[in-house]
C-alpha cells in the first residue's frame, strides 16, 4: 500500500488526483492543513510519497510550492492533470432559500465568481480546503452554509448536492506533482518511459543571458512546455527560472542539459518522469 500525504481533507481535489494516478493500487491519505506539513511528512518518512498542486489553467502557477518543492530536495517521479469542476451543496435539510453563506478555498471561489455574482446575497468566507469546507460544515451542523467542492464530497460528508458544474470556465485543469525522497525514485517510475522533465537554473544577472539558454533547447529540439521565474529573496533583479520541457530521444535531451549546464548557476534536476495523463 502507498502511503500519499496531500494538502486538504479526503474528497478533494488532491484525494481525486491521488487515485487517478495510483489507479487501481491501495493508497493510503495522510491529510495535512498545509503544503509546509506535506513536505514535513516527506520528511519524516522517506517511505511517504507526496501530491501537490503546481498549476491551474485559469488561476497560474502556485509559486510557493516550486520553492517549497525546491528547497526540499524531493524528486518528482510524475504528474497528472485533473479536470476541476465544482458543485456547491449543504446539509440535507437546506434549500436555495435558507443559504446565507458559502465557505471554499479562495481559488475555487474565484473560479465560480459568475455563479457568486448571480446570487448576491451569499456571504463568501474563504477556508483552507474545498472539501474541508464540506466536513466543517457537516461536523459543525451548520445550517444555512454551502460548501463549493467536488460533487464527490458529497456522499463523504452527507451533504446534499444543490448544483453541479459551477466553475466560469468548464477548461479547468490543475496540474498535480508526485514526489518522493530521491533514493526511493529508480522503484516508482518507469526511466525507460520519461519524456518530460523540470529543471530550475539561475543566470548571471546579465543582458541577454537567456536567450542562449532557450537557443540551445531549440538547436536539441527540446520543447519548452513551461517556463517560471521567480525572484531570488535577498538578490534583488536576480531570478530562478523553472522549466519544463518533453523530449523524445533522452539522449538528445541529455545532451542539450551537458551544453546548458556552463551558462547557469545553481542547476538542478527535479525530476525526469512521463508526461502525464489528462483527466475528466
Avoid at 9 to 20: E, F
Avoid at 208 to 236: A, C, D, H, M
Wanted: net charge negative; with cysteine; charged share 25%.
Amino acid at each position: 500500500m502507498k502511503k500519499v500525504a496531500i494538502q486538504g481533507k479526503i474528497g478533494s481535489y488532491h484525494d481525486m488526483a491521488v487515485h487517478r494516478y495510483f489507479e487501481n493500487e491501495d493508497v493510503e491519505l495522510i491529510c495535512c492543513d498545509t503544503f509546509e506539513d506535506v513536505f514535513e511528512e516527506l520528511k519524516k518518512d522517506s517511505n511517504i510519497l507526496g501530491a501537490i498542486a503546481i498549476e491551474n489553467t485559469i488561476a497560474g502557477s502556485l509559486l510557493h510550492n516550486y520553492n517549497l518543492l525546491r528547497e526540499s530536495k524531493m524528486t518528482i517521479i510524475g504528474e497528472h492533470k485533473l479536470r476541476i469542476s465544482h458543485s456547491i451543496m449543504c446539509l440535507p435539510e437546506d434549500n436555495w432559500e435558507d443559504i446565507k453563506e458559502v465557505n471554499s478555498h479562495p481559488v475555487a471561489l474565484m473560479q465560480c465568481r459568475d455563479f457568486l455574482n448571480r446570487h448576491p446575497q451569499f456571504k463568501c468566507v474563504e477556508t483552507d480546503d474545498t472539501a474541508g469546507s464540506a466536513e466543517m460544515i457537516q461536523r459543525e451542523n451548520l445550517r444555512g452554509h454551502a460548501a463549493i467542492c467536488s460533487k464527490f464530497a458529497a456522499p463523504l460528508y452527507g451533504m446534499k448536492i444543490l448544483e453541479e458544474g459551477i466553475e466560469t470556465n468548464k477548461h479547468n485543469f490543475t496540474r498535480f506533482l508526485f514526489l518522493c525522497d530521491p533514493w526511493i525514485a529508480d522503484d516508482l517510475r518507469n526511466a525507460h518511459r520519461s519524456n518530460k522533465a523540470s529543471i530550475v537554473f539561475t543566470l548571471p544577472h546579465e543582458e541577454g543571458s537567456l536567450s542562449p539558454v532557450l537557443s540551445i533547447f531549440s538547436f536539441y529540439k527540446i520543447n519548452l512546455t513551461k517556463i517560471q521565474s521567480l525572484p531570488i529573496i535577498g538578490r534583488e533583479w536576480e531570478y530562478e527560472f523553472y522549466v519544463d520541457v518533453t523530449y523524445s530521444d533522452y539522449v538528445r535531451y541529455k545532451q542539450a542539459l551537458d551544453a546548458i549546464r556552463p551558462l547557469t548557476r545553481d542547476f538542478k534536476i527535479l525530476g525526469e518522469y512521463e508526461n502525464g495523463k489528462q483527466s475528466i
